[in-house]
């Protein structure tokens, strides 16, 4: 799982992400496997070779079976290139189509099932609605590519989602200026800046408690959303998606959550006058130094 985020402003994007990776280790003989947590993940990428002007954070699907999300990221970068796309949508367009070729191939036939149980509708089992869920859960992805293109010296960023019943990919939107986005495990962040969660309000909209309709709750709990600015100034945009990413990993740290966000917290920006440029960025030997002493460390 992850905590991924984005703020798009009119000086710049501003993306970042954890470094946790979860992986299911098979057991050998009669032991059952486990998942396992790792620190060390990259989720933001620098879009093609240094000096692009995109950057791409990630969430959800921690791999692919057949390519690594850097790999179809670079392998898009280069065809963006060759084809002279002429603005960042179609880039976006681009990186879904790339990465719905491989999500196909990696899940075909889980697809397939899932599908059948999405067809049946209301006639599905506990026990088939329980496996959709899972799958629905366990093979989402969301990447999100931001910064700008070509001579455009305007930064957009774009929402790219897919969901295991497909299409593939299930949506393209591209994001608001001003509005904070978080992807993964959101959770947390929305019940400080919303007051609740849409998950907790959903559960109080169906309980018996509850008289109202979902519109009447919301309204209520509209009066505890925090306000904020609309155009951050860049620096304190860095601050906000920072502190957001790090309040969401010591929360779940010290909760009885399962913590599925932690590692180094990784940032990218890039701005209308300057290309991808690192905020936070892991070392390639941060798995290795980060066990030894300071005096020890390269």
Same mark, same amino acid.
């Given at each position: 799982?992850? !905590? ?40 933001? /990428?620098?879009?093609? *070779?240094p000096g692009a002007s995109v950057g ?16 179809? !990221? ?18 976006? =367009? ?14 075909? =036939? !889980? ?5 059948? #149980? ?5 006639? &599905?089992?506990?026990? *088939? ?11 989402? #992805? ?5 910064g700008r293109w070509g001579a455009s010296?305007?930064?957009?960023? /774009?929402?790219?989602? /897919? ?25 947390l962040i929305e019940r400080v800046l ?30 505890? &959303? ?9 620096? *304190? ?20 959550? @399962? ?7 990784? !940032? ?17 030997? @941060? ?7 300071? @005096?020890?460390?390269?």
């Amino acid at each position: 799982m992850t !905590i991924a985020a984005c703020y798009l402003s009119t000086e710049g994007v501003v993306l970042g992400a954890d470094s946790m990776s979860t992986v299911f280790v098979p057991g050998s003989g009669a032991q059952q496997g486990s998942e396992h947590h790792f620190n060390f993940a990259q989720k933001v /990428f620098e879009f093609g *070779e240094p000096g692009a002007s995109v950057g791409v954070t990630l969430w959800g699907l921690g791999s692919l079976l057949t390519k690594s999300h850097r790999t179809i !990221i670079a392998e898009a970068a280069d065809q963006s290139l060759t084809a002279n796309l002429p603005d960042l949508k179609q880039v976006a =367009d681009l990186v879904g189509q790339l990465y719905a070729q491989e999500y196909e191939q990696s899940f075909r =036939d !889980i697809i397939t099932q899932a599908n059948t #149980l999405q067809q049946k509708g209301e006639e &599905r089992t506990k026990k *088939e609605d329980e496996a959709l869920a899972d799958w629905k859960q366990m093979l989402a #992805l969301g990447i999100c590519l931001g910064g700008r293109w070509g001579a455009s010296r305007n930064p957009r960023a /774009f929402e790219i989602v /897919f969901d295991v019943t497909g299409p593939f990919p299930s949506r393209v939107n591209e994001l608001a200026k001003g509005t904070p986005y978080f992807w993964g495990c959101p959770n947390l962040i929305e019940r400080v800046l919303r007051g609740t969660d849409f998950q907790t309000a959903s559960r109080i909209s169906n309980s018996p408690h509850w008289q109202g309709s979902f519109r009447d709750l919301l309204q209520i709990l509209e009066q505890s &959303r925090l306000g904020r600015p609309m155009d951050l100034p860049l620096r *304190e945009a860095i601050d906000w998606m920072h502190a957001s990413i790090y309040t969401t990993i010591k929360t779940m740290k010290f909760s009885h959550l @399962e913590p599925l966000c932690g590692g180094p917290i990784e !940032i990218a920006a890039v701005t209308s006058d300057r290309p991808f440029r690192w905020v936070c960025h892991k070392r390639l030997s @941060e798995a290795v130094t980060t066990h030894q002493s300071p @005096e020890t460390r390269a």
